[in-house]
């Protein structure tokens, strides 16, 4: 059973940083797509960064140069390093994985990830 667990939200200011950090279990696929995404009150949950079991990484347009995806397979963890952080990160964050076929890249569309985390809530205050 995959079992996703995140970690690290909390409340900052505006310009600070945060390290979100996402434990696996259950999940054995040789090639994967492993990823944050958020969803503010509101508003549909969307992609924030993305990355493979090559460490390839993919980022939506809000995150480059702020946010740093990352993991450490020996740990099975997963982490997002967000650095100027802004109100409008505010949201809540959830992990999510799947597998990947050899021929596709990661993306960061919602319905692509099947196995969820419950999220962490991260709150950015000007």
């Known amino acids: 059973q995959v079992q996703l667990v995140e970690s690290g939200g909390g409340s900052v200011q505006s310009g600070g940083s945060l390290r979100l950090s996402c434990a696996a279990s259950?999940?054995?696929?040789?090639?994967?797509?492993m990823g944050w995404f958020r969803q503010a009150p509101g508003k549909e949950r969307g992609g924030v960064a993305v990355i493979d079991e090559k460490s390839r990484t993919r980022y939506a347009d809000s995150a480059k140069g702020r946010f740093t995806i990352s993991q450490d397979n020996a740990k099975n963890t997963l982490y997002l390093q967000m650095n100027s952080l802004k109100p409008e990160d505010t949201a809540m964050y959830y992990c999510?994985?799947?597998?990947?076929?050899?021929?596709?890249?990661?993306?960061?569309?919602?319905?692509?990830?099947?196995?969820w985390g419950q999220g962490t809530q991260v709150t950015v205050s000007s």
């Open positions: 259950g999940f054995t696929s040789a090639m994967y797509c």
């Open positions: 999510a994985t799947a597998r990947r076929s050899w021929w596709a890249s990661c993306t960061t569309t919602t319905s692509d990830y099947n196995y």
